[in-house]
């Protein structure tokens, strides 16, 4: 799975080089993070439910989509929020990267469920984290990064 270090050894191994000094410094910025990270992720671990939910009745009530969908689009939102908390612990998008991006919007489109509406929901948790009370500011900050990433690669 990629993480922060896991990513750094594999770029300098597959340039036929050591880590430099740079790569290195990454990782110790990963590390540095790791308090934020895993806070991020115990809060998320905690609240995943909480956020699914409020995020599916922002979606449903802005949009008419179809209720029989709407259990499918818990699930869904709940599977990627997993993901993140996933890559919160690892410190690298690895999770998301192999289990979540990779063909997720076949299978969105497959379940005739509108990408959109995934979009909607991921920015709605990211723009209504109620800090200090669901997690604190660097906590947030590390959990939104990974919420942008996703969102950008629903977008």
Known sequence: MKSAVTTVIA?????????????????????DRANAR???AEKLATNI????SKALDYVYGLHSYE??????CARDINHYLRLINYCLVTGGTGPLDEWGIAGMREVIRAQLLPTIAYVEAFTFIRDN??????MGQQA????????????????
């Open 140 to 155: 947030a900050a590390e959990f939104k990064n990974l919420l942008d990433y996703l969102i950008n690669a629903l977008a």
């Open 49 to 52: 439910d909480r956020f699914t």
């Open 67 to 72: 209720q029989a969908n709407k259990d499918k």
């Open 11 to 31: 770029s300098a191994d597959a340039a036929g080089r050591f880590p430099s000094i740079s790569d290195i410094e990454s990782v110790k910025g990963s590390f």
């Open 38 to 40: 895993l806070e991020a």
């Open 129 to 134: 984290l109620d800090i200090p009370s669901d």
